[in-house]
């Protein structure tokens, strides 16, 4: 029956078999995403419980870190307060972080979500709280420090808050480390449920798998072997044989069928036996196919393919189909050549075996031409001639043999030196330029360790890196120091590269060699050109930074380093008075006596100008550097014999310490300068360490130079006058305005602090006219409730003259507003200012400003008369109507009559150029008789009065003792 009823199930479409084995694969597809969500979910777990440990242990570490800076930084010791706030803020949104979720330094921070670890969080969170604010408290205590430096009660208040923050500290990390252990707690349960996960994941596959392997075994492997023990029956010619099977699904109708075929193949054997003789050609060419099926067959008649293998149709893009149906036989052959095609085939007709060879170009269906080689021949078939070919794309061999003898060409002519070696690196053959830079010929060298693989000038480490490289990753790339076979040294730029078997071995090394010695050299002189001074040939400033931020992080395990900046003092005066030229040979032979006092010891450079550096890494003791300071300042003051001329020059040097006096490359070199200006206050021609006190001061000067601007504004000025007095009438006949500043930090600051500021800040206008009118208008108040006819002399920089003198319609207005005559203000300029702005006297601009002053009806006096290096050779070419002594000589001429035949003189002179003379620092009577008697007019000092407020002066006036009784000084 099961036969019988075969063909009717081959002409239905089972769809049984496909149905199950999509379901079972739906299922399976459903099993393992279901797999990967459970691991993804898990992973993701681990991951973020992870991430939350990795930010507990930042908090263990911050928390502790934070405290000790906080607790330095109440100590008064030197701390960045801005990593103190980075690390505060590190802190902060890590708490975030592990609350909500979030990114810390780059890494991606899970929030905690289960309820122990939250309230874990929530205790750590309430300790940091108040650890914080103690931090904050500490920060914003350390700007006002130096203000309560002293105060006992701040000490014990820092001390008390110190002990708190310990406390806060050891809070946050008890707490830190509870969550941490609550989140390792986890981390470990987590781990041990996702291996339980695991467990049961492995078990249902495993389930699974039996089952499919059981329905597979049943419904497909069982028919599978019916149908195999059948077809094997048929191939030993049983065609009676049959399959016994009459399942459900498709492999039951492929029984049937199989059944069914067999029938009708027992019917075609008796007409297969009446076509033997056509299966015999058949099988001919099947065997000609089978031997040559890596080349194209083909086999043609009347100059058309009746035959062509698939390779033949594969070479040429076409189908067999085609090229039988279509194509003729030079249809393949390009066209400029399908005439020599055609002779070379004809003239093989008329031999006797009829091959022939050729190659040409041969022409794909898509138009590209091609390199083939052809073999054909003559046969006779079925009583016909036909031509029989085997044709063969050669298109990559002729692109191997040109880029062989392109490489050959190469190798034989490159510039380049080319060793071939084998894995040990023994030379098998080299290219001749190799002979031409090393100077060894291909058979000296052959057999030989190639020279740079061995051991030379290079230390063993250096061709063990080498050699690793070669043996990890076939390639090496480098310089090396090489030899010539003459002995000559030179640099080479070598690459090394390796050459594989298709087992992993290796086959050949190739090493290419470049002479770089004269680029060496060219970079050698442009780095020395780029990092020496071309007069001194010392390092220069680029070379200087870069060896101090080396020799910084070499001191990093504990070694101290001093730095030493040296200023040549004076030197721009030889340089103006003696010429360039020898200024320069000065800078050349003070470099040298510096590289000889050095000596190896220390790195010198020139910074510009007359500025040098000295660095001296491994100091061990102030002692050394104070013996290395004498001996440069012995060397460079011994005198110096420059082109016939014999120069003297001394210098000053400031020496700074690391790590004692910075930590950082920046405040090294201020402080540096700072105790090299200091050295040249000091008198010049020595040398100065820095102290903080000289870090402060600086920091004074930064501050007053940006508060200046706002302290006119806020009126932070105020005036206070010294009275002068006729010592013909012993009254009040004058007072100098003294300008002040009362600094809301610093206090009472002198002018001497603050003007130079003024100046360079373009300020000194407006304060000197503050001034002008802060006097004028007292002066006024003076004169209506006194009644005195005294005049206010007010000190005025060079500066502010240049600015706005030169047009004295301004102060005139001020003065004639408020009823004073333009002599009632005297101005004041120093003997100093002037003749420091020529060396041949006063610049005639100058002169011009004064004379227009002067010409309006104001007075003008010089101030700290004596002190210049020029003042009497040009006193008597100045406009102005009065000098006043400095106090370096009042002070001098009772103990030392040279000083009072001085004055006498100065006196004498100012006299006979129609010059009042006022005497400045009279403390003693004994100073005031002798100025009297040696015919000065006006004196002042603290012997008369200190300065005093406006208020106390007028109190003076009102008494009398300010009216004088004759004409005013």
């Known amino acids: 029956m099961a036969r019988t009823d075969a063909p009717h199930r081959t002409s239905r479409t089972p769809r049984g078999l496909g149905f199950a084995s999509a379901v079972f694969f739906a299922l399976a597809l459903v099993f393992a995403i279901s797999n990967f969500v459970v691991v993804y979910t898990l992973v993701n777990r681990v991951a973020s419980l992870s991430s939350g440990v990795e930010s507990v242990n930042r908090l263990r570490r911050l928390g502790p870190l934070i405290a000790v800076q906080a607790m330095r930084l109440t100590d008064g010791a030197y701390i960045q307060t801005a990593q103190l706030s980075r690390n505060i803020d590190t802190f902060e949104r890590t708490l975030q972080a592990l609350d909500r979720g979030g990114v810390v330094e780059g890494h991606e921070v899970m929030a905690l979500r289960a309820p122990e670890m939250r309230s874990r969080l929530a205790e750590a969170a309430h300790v940091w709280e108040t650890l914080r604010s103690r931090v904050q408290a500490v920060l914003l205590d350390s700007y006002s420090r130096s203000a309560h430096a002293d105060d006992p009660d701040q000490q014990s208040r820092q001390a008390v808050l110190r002990q708190w923050i310990a406390d806060d500290a050891a809070s946050v990390l008890g707490a830190a480390e509870a969550l941490s252990r609550q989140a390792e707690h986890n981390v470990d349960s987590l781990y041990q449920q996702s291996r339980n996960y695991a467990l049961l994941l492995m078990l249902a596959d495993a389930v699974l798998l039996l089952l499919g392997y059981l329905a597979v075994r049943r419904w497909v492997v069982w028919p599978l072997r019916a149908l195999h023990h059948a077809s094997h029956e048929l191939v030993v010619g049983n065609y009676g044989a049959r399959i016994d099977y009459d399942g459900p699904w498709e492999l039951g109708s492929a029984a049937g069928a199989f059944n069914l075929s067999m029938q009708r193949i027992q019917g075609l054997l008796e007409a297969a036996r009446a076509d033997r003789i056509d299966l015999e050609r058949s099988d001919t060419i099947f065997r000609g196919l089978a031997v040559n099926s890596m080349v194209g067959i083909y086999l043609a008649q009347d100059d058309r393919f009746s035959f062509v293998s698939p390779k033949m149709a594969e070479i040429f893009g076409y189908t067999a189909t085609e090229m039988i149906e279509t194509l003729p036989v030079l249809g393949i052959i390009a066209p400029r ?452 006819g005294m005049q206010v002399t007010v000190n005025v920089s060079l500066t502010q003259l240049a600015a706005g003198a030169a047009d004295p319609s301004r102060w005139l207005g001020q003065l004639q507003a408020l009823g004073l005559r333009p002599d009632s203000i005297m101005l004041e300029l120093t003997e100093r200012s002037l003749t420091g702005r020529s060396r041949a006297g006063v610049d005639d601009g100058m002169v011009q400003i004064l004379q227009g002053l002067r010409e309006v009806g104001m007075r003008i006096g010089l101030d700290d008369f004596g002190v210049g290096m020029s003042s009497l050779s040009f006193m008597g070419a100045l406009p102005i109507d009065y000098i006043k002594l400095d106090s370096v000589f009042t002070q001098h001429i009772v103990a030392d009559s040279n000083a009072l035949v001085v004055c006498e003189a100065i006196i004498l002179l100012a006299h006979k150029l129609g010059l009042k003379v006022i005497a400045e620092g009279v403390t003693t009577a004994e100073q005031h008789e002798l100025l009297c008697q040696a015919g000065c007019d006006s004196g002042q000092g603290y012997w008369y009065g200190a300065p005093i407020e406006p208020a106390m002066l007028q109190l003076k006036l009102e008494s009398g003792e300010g009216i004088p009784e004759g004409e005013t000084a």
């Open 337 to 788: 050549e399908r005439y020599l095609v055609a002779e070379l085939v004809k003239a093989s007709l008329g031999r006797k075996d009829g091959t022939v060879r050729y190659e040409r170009r041969g022409r794909k269906k898509d138009g590209t031409q091609i390199d083939i080689e052809v073999f054909s021949s003559t046969v006779n078939v079925g009583g016909q001639v036909s031509i029989i070919g085997i044709v063969q794309d050669i298109t990559e061999r002729k692109m191997a043999e040109s880029s062989a003898q392109l490489a050959t060409i190469a190798y034989e002519n490159s510039s380049e030196a080319i060793a071939v070696t084998d894995a040990a690196g023994v030379v098998i053959d080299v290219n001749p330029a190799f002979s031409r830079i090393t100077g060894y010929w291909e058979d000296e060298i052959r057999g030989e360790v190639l020279p740079l693989l061995r051991p030379g000038r290079h230390n063993v480490d250096f061709f063990d890196a080498m050699w690793h490289a070669i043996n990890t990753t076939g390639r090496w790339e480098g310089e090396y120091w090489g030899r010539r076979k003459s002995g000559e040294e030179y640099a080479e730029r070598v690459i090394v590269d390796t050459a594989w078997n298709h087992d992993g071995s290796v086959n050949c090394r190739v090493a290419m060699l470049g002479d770089v010695t004269e680029k060496k050299q060219v970079e050698a002189d442009v780095w020395r050109q780029a990092h020496h001074d071309p007069l001194t040939g010392l390092p220069n400033r680029q070379y200087f930074a870069e060896r101090l931020e080396q020799a910084l992080r070499n001191c990093d395990g504990g070694q101290r380093l001093a730095l030493l900046f040296l200023d040549l003092d004076l030197f721009k005066e030889i340089n103006d008075s003696m010429g360039h030229a020898i200024g320069d040979l000065l800078l050349v032979e003070v470099a040298r006596r510096l590289r000889d006092c050095v000596s190896g010891s220390g790195f010198v450079s020139r910074q510009g100008g007359d500025e040098f550096t000295l660095i001296v890494e491994g100091v061990e003791g102030r002692t050394q550097i104070d013996d290395l300071a004498a001996a440069v300042m012995h060397s460079i003051t011994r005198p110096y014999h420059l082109g016939g001329e014999l120069v003297h020059i001394s210098v000053s040097i400031g020496a700074a310490m690391y790590p004692e006096d910075a930590l950082d490359q920046d405040t090294l070199l201020r402080h540096v300068d700072l105790a090299m200006y200091a050295a040249k206050d000091a008198g010049r021609n020595r040398y100065c360490y820095f102290d903080q006190t000289m870090h402060e001061r600086a920091q004074m000067h930064q501050d007053l130079l940006r508060g200046l601007p706002m302290a006119l504004a806020d009126e932070q000025f105020f005036l206070l006058y010294q009275p002068i007095y006729s010592m013909r009438t012993g009254r009040i006949v004058k007072a100098e305005a003294l300008l002040r500043w009362n600094h809301p930090e610093f206090g009472v600051v002198q002018p001497v602090d603050f003007i130079p500021f003024a100046e360079d800040r373009q300020l000194i206008n407006r304060l000197g006219d503050w001034v002008m009118m802060r006097a004028a208008g007292q002066l006024a108040q003076w004169r209506q409730t006194c009644r005195t």
